[in-house]
């Protein structure tokens, strides 16, 4: 794991959740809620959700179950939960049965989602030391709807980095990016989308989002050399600051005004990837299985990647950030964050585990460069504190 990711990983390993659940009526309408903060206090979500008619113990139940399923698709394996519910903390700690037929399955869900952390607590705290996720909670049911917490925690008083985001396919980093702006967690803005595409689901969420997408397909100009040309020009009209690379499968001749230029004097990196597996791939010649496996380069993108991990019989892949260059996957990594390999994984639900790894670390890897931490020297990336 590359430096600074260490630190990433801590903050996002151990999690802190509130949770709470409210019943105007019990049973009436209802609403349940969960706020998640790393170690760090920094707030990483915070969610509340109508559930229509029920009790007051069915919304309780339901918080804690929502906050789990959460914690775990951000990649936390230790979660300490906060309710203040004394019925559910004393039952979930073993010293109160659950007598209840309706509260039974919600009990056993919880149970059996805290069992897949490697530690967790439950503790009891006053609905005075619960007031931001009960807020959140009487929100939704004065809304009718669920509801996220939007508060800003970037500070507005900084400019915010201009990104130009260039896709292929689904549009799911953009997607990802999108939500932590919208949430305040990344201070950054999007003037231009890229499609190397016309017809992908990429390009309508662009659009649904109310972003500027402009399509350049290589097929319709006559060589790389145009291509790329193009490329260009719309970033720079676009003034953005960063170029990320979010699912985009096409070799385009990145330009000096986006990559360092020792010759020319200082510059920098300043186009970025995610790749879906630890770069660089093992190669060492006495693993000659391992010898073979290669998880980047042409051609190594979605699946293709994740069957290369699996039939090289890793038990750890993950996800790569580095800055590009005009070799494939060769640039200086920033950040990388790792994950299990299961026995039964196919390449589909080994994928579905490593997405959850890069919505975390992209942002992160933006974020560090908005905030000027990101060093490189003798082509390798160190992260100013």
């Known amino acids: 794991m590359h430096q600074g990711a260490d630190a990433l990983t801590n903050q996002i390993d151990k999690i802190i959740a509130y949770t709470d659940g409210a019943s105007r009526g019990n049973p009436g309408p209802a609403a349940a809620g969960f706020i998640l903060i790393n170690t760090s206090g920094t707030q990483l979500q915070a969610n509340a959700f109508c559930l229509g008619h029920t009790t007051n113990n069915v919304a309780e139940y339901t918080a804690i179950c929502k906050a789990l399923n959460a914690a775990k698709q951000i990649g936390a394996k230790q979660i300490t939960v906060f309710s203040d519910s004394e019925l559910l903390v004393k039952q979930i700690n073993g010293e109160y049965r659950v007598k209840s037929d309706q509260l039974r399955p919600l009990f056993r869900q919880a149970v059996d989602l805290l069992g897949e952390f490697e530690n967790w607590k439950v503790q009891h ?4 030391k619960n007031k931001e996720v009960d807020k959140l909670v009487n929100r939704s049911l004065d809304l009718g709807r669920d509801v996220e917490d939007e508060r800003k925690l970037a500070s507005q008083n900084e400019k915010p980095i201009r990104l130009g985001v260039l896709i292929s396919g689904g549009g799911t980093t953009l997607t990802n ?18 499609s190397s595409r016309s017809t992908i689901s990429g390009v309508e969420k662009a659009k649904a989002a109310g972003l500027t997408v402009k399509i350049i397909r290589k097929k319709d100009l006559p060589d790389i050399d145009e291509f790329s040309k193009r490329i260009e020009e719309e970033l720079v009209a676009a003034n953005v600051d960063l170029v990320v690379q979010g699912g985009w499968l096409c070799f385009w001749k990145i330009p000096p005004r986006y990559l360092p230029r020792p010759s020319d004097g200082p510059g920098e990196y300043r186009v970025m990837n995610i790749h879906p597996a630890l770069l660089p791939s093992p190669t060492h010649p006495q693993y ?20 290369a991990v699996l039939n090289a019989g890793c038990k750890i892949s993950g996800c790569t950030v580095h800055f590009c260059t005009n070799k494939y996957d060769k640039g200086p990594i920033i950040l990388q964050l790792s994950c299990e390999v299961k026995d039964d994984d196919t390449p589909e639900s080994l994928a579905a585990r490593v997405f959850g790894q890069e919505c975390i670390a992209y942002p992160h890897a933006i974020k560090l460069f908005a905030e000027g931490r990101l060093i490189v020297e003798n082509g390798m990336v160190k992260i100013k504190s």
């Open 288 to 307: 000659r299985r391992w010898a073979r496996a290669s998880f980047g380069g042409k051609g190594m993108f979605g699946h293709h990647v994740h069957e």
């Open 177 to 194: 990016i999108l939500d932590y702006i919208k949430t305040g967690r990344l201070n950054a803005e999007i003037p231009l989308v890229i």
């Open 125 to 128: 705290i006053t609905r005075e």
